[in-house]
């Protein structure tokens, strides 16, 4: 079935409120919040996404999900604190509903946001426990597709992708080695979720070939770290 527009979802969204169908109603508010963020509108998917916490929604699962997209639509405009605090509100209940992908997505973008912060100790920890988790259930990784509901995370991660590819590249035009190393060494987790992985060896080289020239110690003592996740990831 192909995409609704935003515009086609902003009608199913007026109709569903017409005639006050609450279910109908927040699911309307969700695939036009995500369907916003896919476009890159960010501030009118949180503010949808928002919308939708705010009507009575008896299914944990759905309330999970509706967190996890504002907290990854937070992520994607870089207010990291926001963005903590309604992934920790989708942890939580995927605790209590035992919902094992959507753990790994959220303790993955968890991770991600940490590393932009640079605290690495922090963003281990939580690159760890979804390693964790996906070897006790086999749980699909943030890239699958296997489970649609959670799709926003690999399809956020790509524009990440994108973004620190052209600040890498930006870096080598100007020849600077910091503005190499910083957007390099944060792109590595993100090879790992996205399948990337036969990326990160050379992007590892040089991390650690700039690290040690920029004489920057707190990433040099990362990466054997993060290597240890993702041997076993």
Known sequence: MAELSIVDLEAELKTMRERQDIAG???????????????????????????????DNPNAGARAVVHASLGCVYWEMAQ?????????????????????????????????????????EEGLAYFSAARELRQTDSPPSVNSEEDGKYVFFREAIERAVVTLQNRIRLGREQGNALKILRPLFAMIPLCLFTARKNEIDPLMREATSLAEQLQKKDIQDAIPKLQAVIVRW
């Open 80 to 120: 990291l604190k926001k963005a903590m605090t309604h992934l920790q509100s989708a942890l939580q209940i995927q605790k209590q509903i035992q919902d094992t992908p959507g753990q790994v997505g959220v303790l993955t973008l968890m991770g991600i946001s940490c590393w932009r912060k640079c605290q690495w």
């Open 25 to 55: 109603e927040l699911r309307a508010l969700r695939h036009l919040g995500l369907a916003l963020q896919k476009n890159r509108q960010y501030t009118k998917a949180a503010s949808c996404l928002s919308r939708s916490l705010k009507l």
